[in-house]
């Protein structure tokens, strides 16, 4: 069993980027060597997805603490940093973990930052990395070297959960859409539209919003000129504040709304002053083989429920350090051709998951075949590094109910 760690205590393993002169190896008593893995964790700590970057990091810094605790084969070298949910900071960021010498790194969180990153700074300089929550289309299809990874389903899997949600369950014939002006928000709103019209119906218009403006009662109102059955949102909690609090100052809960992963948070209500009642959404539900023992670990260590891309993090994380093990180098262009053997079924693997994790790495630092069945699904990797199973929730907000977050359904999806 997991003992509870500290808040601080965990968040003091960030120290050992002091130590970004030793790649590879440190001694042990006897002579020996053991591995040291070099994980760079990046997330957005401050900006638009504060609210949610500080779970999502604590999630994806968790591994280490449980390898630690459990005696395993490896040290690991594990340094923290914030993407500000900015582009240009975040690129800033990257490069400084990259050029203090780490191979892979966990994160970011939003596409618009991701694909800025992996182009300008992990792919140039072969690093590895693996997002537990870009979702955008284009990251499939980016020329990567395969070295981008990702444990959150692609948008345009989601587009098409919405479109299945808004037409059957809200029952909308007709829809308008606010969206981000990122990558994130373009991409999923093509997908929505598609698949909506592809079912029969109609969007009558998609708006785009900058993040964090002090009012949106003109964006709002482009949107709701023509008088939607439904209102789509796609955004992130620090703007979905000020759009929430614009619309209910100006119009009736007797429109649904729909909004997306980027606002599934528990905090939304109580920061709107709503219960958001008429307010549903889609998210990609953690649902692995894993999950029951990574949600016990999570709890021991942080007193509360994991929320959402928790499980992901955690994930993206594991697998890497996995596959860093198994490789016994810190180049990223070595770790990458152990992603896939370390994750996806294969002859005589031991199954890993969250509950067995240090076992995996002892195994993988022996060389032995070792499957890795995550908390947000089972992890397989397809070619371009996308998942190939996957599960949506389909949600509330419910401010009865522990977390104010209330799930409805599931949607299964898989290739």
């Known amino acids: 069993m997991v003992r509870k760690l500290d808040r601080r205590e965990v968040l003091g393993g960030i120290g050992g980027a002091a130590l970004a002169g030793f790649a590879g190896c440190i001694s042990q008593s006897g002579g020996d060597s053991e591995f040291e893995a070099r994980l760079g964790v990046l997330f957005p700590l401050s900006g638009d997805l504060a609210s949610l970057g500080g779970t999502i990091r ?15 084969p490896i040290t690991i070298d594990q340094r ?19 050029n203090a010498g780490y191979p892979m790194i966990s994160g970011p969180a939003s596409s618009g930052v991701n694909l800025q990153i992996t182009q300008e700074a992990l792919i140039p300089n072969g690093v590895i990395g693996c997002s537990p929550s870009s979702t955008s289309p284009n990251v499939t299809t980016l020329n990567d070297n395969d070295l981008i990874f990702r444990t959150a389903p692609s948008d345009a899997l989601q587009g098409q959960v919405m479109a299945q949600v808004g037409a059957d369950n809200l029952e909308a014939n007709s829809t308008s859409v606010l969206y981000v002006n990122n990558d994130y928000g373009q991409a999923l709103f093509e997908s929505f539209k598609n698949s909506f019209e592809d079912g029969g119906g109609t969007v009558q218009t998609g708006v785009a919003f900058r993040k964090e403006k002090d009012s949106y009662t ?14 789509v949102v796609i955004g992130y909690p620090a703007s979905g504040i000020q759009i929430f609090r614009d619309f209910y100052a100006e119009y009736s809960t007797d429109t649904d709304i729909l909004v997306t992963d980027g606002l599934q948070s528990a905090d939304l209500p109580g920061n709107v ?5 008429n307010v549903f959404g889609t998210a990609p539900l953690p649902s692995g083989p894993g999950n029951k023992a990574f949600t016990k670990q999570y709890k021991n260590a942080y007193d509360r429920a994991p929320q959402v891309f928790n499980a992901h993090a955690y994930d993206a994380s594991a697998v890497m350090l996995l596959a860093a093990t198994r490789a016994g180098e810190n180049e990223g262009d070595v770790i990458k051709e152990e992603m896939r053997p370390v994750a996806n079924p294969g002859d005589g693997a031991t199954e890993v998951s969250p509950a067995n994790l240090v076992e995996g790495i002892q195994l993988a630092s022996e060389g032995e075949p070792v499957n890795y069945v995550g908390a947000s699904s089972s992890v397989d990797f ?13 949600w509330r907000f419910n401010t009865d109910v522990e977390g104010s977050i209330e799930q409805i359904s599931t949607v299964e999806f898989g290739q």
């Open 58 to 72: 604590d999630g994806a810094i968790l591994p280490k603490a449980i390898i630690d605790e459990g005696d395993a």
């Open 80 to 98: 923290v940093e914030d993407t500000q949910t900015d582009p240009q900071a975040a690129v800033s960021t990257a490069n400084d973990l990259v």
């Open 218 to 231: 003109t964006e709002l109102g482009n949107a709701m000129e023509s008088d939607p059955d439904m209102l």
């Open 273 to 277: 002053g709503e219960d958001m009642s």
């Open 382 to 394: 397809d070619d371009n590094g996308d998942m190939k199973a996957v599960t949506y929730s389909y």
